[in-house]
């Protein structure tokens, strides 16, 4: 018990530092050295596509989503990955989707609205936030079946990183 709350607990700073960084970034690059028309706002200068932290990865069955969520009133823009609409409308019945390095065996994690999860049970649940976890590893994969068991679960979609 004691392991699992330590477990998130350290997901939770993960995730919290994951979603800090872009809107940090996007704050200094909203902040110009002249004053910003009135209709500008934060958003639009941190939903560029130089801010996009997965351009430079070859995606097969991902895209990359930009998205807003205020979990505890404080708004956070956030850059992640989702499964593309032709893979989000695939027929899934039981198992889990989960995200899996191939070449370490190393599992990452979902975020589910504001909290970092293993393994989720819908395909538009499917949201990878974990900028670290996908640079550190050549090749990752959303698969889909039981975790326990990744080498025998489908591979659904994957992000392979250019060097």
């Avoid at 191939?102 to 970092?116: H, W």
Wanted: proline share 7%; glycine share 6%.
């Amino acid at each position: 018990m004691i392991r699992r709350t330590a477990l998130r607990a350290l997901t939770t700073v993960a995730v919290t530092a994951a979603l800090a960084l872009p809107l940090t970034q996007g704050a200094q690059a909203a902040t110009p050295n002249t004053a910003a028309p009135a209709t500008t706002t934060p958003a639009a200068a941190v939903n560029s596509d130089n801010d996009n932290p997965f351009r430079r990865m070859e995606l097969d069955g991902l895209r990359a989503d930009f998205q807003f969520m205020c979990p505890t009133g404080h708004c956070v823009g956030f850059w992640s990955l989702v499964l593309t609409k032709d893979v989000a409308q695939q027929d899934f019945d039981g198992g889990k989707f989960f995200v899996y390095a191939p070449a370490t065996g190393e599992f990452s994690f979902f975020l589910d609205t504001d909290i970092a999860v293993r393994t989720v049970d819908h395909p538009g649940q499917v949201r990878l936030v974990d900028t670290e976890f996908l640079r550190s590893h050549p090749r990752v994969e959303v698969r889909y079946g039981n975790p326990g068991q990744p080498d025998r679960a489908r591979v659904v979609a994957s992000a392979t990183t250019l060097m």
